[in-house]
């Protein structure tokens, strides 16, 4: 049975889409950390360190898309796929660190309230709300697959979080009330920590090879026995290899097994179209018996084990 290959035919395009959204979000995040420094607003650092979040998000995601298209070697025979999540559980520890260190600085801003420059916060965020904006543009133009999904969820976070900044540049400006710009900045922290804990459960689903969330076990059994020449599918194992590609392990009872040929193609069409599982081993069986008992070989006669590779 011939390999088949999963490198993304519509990768490139959106490594394209990444990098520039992250030439655009790292080199005002820049600008942001600076005027936060200069305006002394913590919610206006708050918001900038929400961008360089995001900044590391998308530069994993480019990161991810482009060695993807890289193939797979005989020590790494799934290919890179686990880079994405390993880089992701990196990107979400550095963000509840950022978490960390806004809410003492806030509640520290608090006790002590000092002096912020309302103006230049109000520009400062306008600017990067608009930044945003534009970011959130590009990214809606391109091909929603899981990375950029991500990259576009974290840029929406990114605009609530240049509002908040500008909300209290505004209120310092025209009331003086300084506290607004420590609460503003928890609450633009608690938007990071909520990103943060969404990640980070979706990477420990996947390096715990968990059953992915989009798919329905239940549903998935109950479809796969619906297939004409199935009796039943046990014994099912289903697990990311990354946080778009899903992959498979199952039992097929089958009413005959020389009807084998023609069902497995059936099943491996269902199992791409319906739940976006890539990769299936589907091991047939009649009876209590497998196939490699009742014929002491597999289907396609290439050694100890009987596959169907999306």
């Known amino acids: 049975m011939s390999e088949h290959d999963h490198s993304g035919h519509s ?94 600085a806030a509640f520290e801003r608090l006790a002590n309230p000092e002096e912020v420059g309302g103006t230049t916060v109000m520009v400062v965020a306008f600017i990067g709300l608009l930044v945003n904006i534009a ?17 576009l969820l974290h840029v929406m976070g990114d605009l ?8 209290a540049g505004f209120i310092v400006y025209l009331t003086g009330w300084l506290p607004i710009d420590p609460l503003l900045s928890l609450l633009i922290s608690l938007l990071i920590g909520f990103a943060s804990i969404n990640i980070l459960r979706d990477v420990m689903r996947v390096l715990m090879e968990g059953s992915p969330s989009d798919v329905d076990i239940d549903e998935l059994k109950q479809s796969m026995g619906e297939i004409s020449g199935v ?62 008992e009742n014929r002491g070989k597999n289907v396609d006669g290439n050694g100890s084990s009987c596959s169907g590779k999306l």
């Open 11 to 104: 990768h490139s395009g959106s490594t394209k889409l990444l990098i520039v959204s992250l030439v655009f979000t790292s080199a005002y995040a820049g600008v942001e950390v600076a005027g936060g420094l200069w305006a002394n607003s913590l919610a206006l650092i708050a918001d900038a360190g929400h961008m360089i979040t995001d900044s590391l998000s998308l530069g994993i995601g480019a990161f991810a898309a482009w060695l993807s298209q890289r193939r797979a070697s005989k020590t790494l025979t799934y290919g890179y796929a686990r880079a994405e999540v390993i880089g992701a559980l990196v990107n979400v520890l550095f963000m509840l660190g950022i978490v960390v260190w806004i809410v003492f």
């Open 135 to 151: 970011v959130a543009w590009i990214l809606m133009r391109g091909e929603k697959n899981m990375n950029v999904r991500a990259a």
């Open 160 to 167: 609530a979080g240049s509002v908040a900044a500008l909300l």
């Open 231 to 292: 009796v039943e599918a046990h014994h099912i194992h289903v697990w990311s290899l990354s946080s778009s590609r899903h992959a498979l392990s199952a039992q097929i009872k089958l009413d005959e097994i020389g009807e084998w040929d023609a069902v497995l193609p059936r099943l491996q069409a269902l199992l791409g179209r319906r739940f976006g599982i890539q990769h299936s081993t589907l091991q047939p069986e009649s009876g209590s018996r497998s196939i490699l």
